[in-house]
């Protein structure tokens, strides 16, 4: 299990340094010759370039990672309160290692959905893929949380209550 831990970490330290590579490589390109007097202005009708990781991206990415936490709290508490989840098995749930891991993985798949986006000059899906993912992470968690509490049967109270109340032969001892 370290084993597999480490292997994430060192995965999803490799991707954020390919992407501050690529990101460092388009911003140190030489700038366009500037237009000469007999050259045409040319029309600009691609929208501005950004950095990847501008101030906007930023707030964005935090509010993936802070809503994914949140989803992660609230998936737990949900466990402790007797509920299932419906997602996910429970064993991964219940594994908070592995369950920590999902939910970072899914942070880090929606910054590279993010990055495939601005790559290719998507930029108001870049911001889109952020917010929308933020938004239904915050909502689940909410849900998760608005959820009531699965009681247990009325009247079994001892583990005596508990083998009684099954059919005969379910049982063995």
Known sequence: MDSLRVSVIAALLAAFVAVGRAQDTAGSSTPPAAPTATSAPRETTSP????????????????VAASRTLDYFSTLNMRRRGRQEVFLTN?????HAAFAAIEAGGTAV????????????????????????????????????????????????????????????????
């Open 110 to 173: 929606s910054i590279g959905g993010s990055y495939l986006c601005h790559r290719y000059h998507h930029h108001r899906l870049e911001h889109w893929t952020s917010i929308i993912h933020a938004s239904l992470a915050a909502g689940g968690a909410v849900r998760n949380y608005c959820l009531k509490t699965a009681h247990p049967q009325p009247g079994l109270n001892s583990q005596s209550d508990v083998l009684s109340s099954c059919p005969p032969g379910h049982l063995t001892r």
């Open 48 to 63: 501005v370039e950004h950095r990847f990781f501008d101030r906007d991206n930023a707030w964005l990415f935090s509010a």
């Open 91 to 95: 064993e991964a749930v219940d594994n």
